[in-house]
T-cell receptor, first 111, second 112 residues
Framework: DQQVKQNSPSLSVQEGRISILNCDYT??????FLWYKKYPAEGPTFLIS?????DKNEDGRFTVFLNKSAKHLSLHIVPSQPGDSAVYFC??????????FGKGTLLTVNP | KAGVTQTPRYLIKTRGQQVTLSCSPI?????VSWYQQTPGQGLQFLFE???????NKGNFPGRFSGRQFSNSRSEMNVSTLELGDSALYLC???????????FGNGTRLTVT
């Protein structure tokens, strides 16, 4: 049973527009949420995180929103750039030491 | 500061053999985690070590094992390899709880 679901395997957006990536989780005990991106042949790279005491966290073009009642988080990228094209993961967990990953969403930003 | 280093980058083994993968964490990071990435399953947690002790373990058979040395370097071993063990094995280190994991570029294992 998947504890973390990224229901969109892929997403395509135009350069300059907003990219919205979504993630749903099932375990209400999870209280630490992160987003990573991964290029082919490289390891995942940390983007942004949020703890359960917040509902929004921003870092430059990246904003993560957390809806605890819906067990849902999303990542907004504004404006999207071609270099953002990658697979995005939303690991969640009770601590950093055992994260549960979704299967990822492939984002393609078209010039 | 050097990142997480994993060796080798690529490995081809035959069914039934065993393999050892190595990971050198970022200097000062004492927690090392291992993940398996396969096309169908995404990233799955294998285990996590801190100060030479395994603190967490994922749902993998006993053929998968690991250890951590006093310098925080870690190794994972897979014995009696199966075709389904073909995957990208990722190592990540962290300075502490609630600090982001820093991943290496992985070891691509192919079992024939």
């Amino acid at each position: 049973d998947q504890q973390v679901k990224q229901n969109s395997p892929s997403l395509s957006v135009q350069e300059g527009r907003i990219s919205i990536l979504n993630c749903d989780y099932t375990n209400s005990m999870f209280d630490y949420f992160l987003w990573y991106k991964k290029y082919p042949a490289e390891g995942p790279t940390f983007l942004i995180s949020i703890s359960s005491i917040k509902d929004k966290n921003e870092d430059g073009r990246f904003t993560v929103f957390l809806n605890k009642s819906a067990k849902h988080l999303s990542l907004h990228i504004v404006p999207s750039q071609p270099g953002d094209s990658a697979v995005y993961f939303c690991p969640v967990g009770g601590s950093n030491y055992k994260l549960t990953f979704g299967k990822g969403t492939l984002l393609t930003v078209n010039p | 500061k050097a990142g997480v280093t994993q060796t080798p980058r690529y490995l081809i083994k035959t069914r039934g053999q065993q393999v050892t993968l190595s990971c050198s964490p970022i200097s000062g990071h004492r927690s090392v985690s291992w993940y398996q990435q396969t096309p169908g399953q995404g990233l799955q947690f294998l285990f996590e070590y801190f100060s030479e002790t395994q603190r967490n373990k994922g749902n993998f058979p006993g053929r998968f094992s690991g250890r951590q040395f006093s310098n925080s370097r870690s190794e994972m071993n897979v014995s009696t390899l199966e075709l389904g063990d073909s995957a990208l094995y990722l190592c990540a280190s962290s300075v502490g709880e609630r600090s982001p994991l820093h991943f290496g570029n992985g070891t691509r294992l192919t079992v024939t």
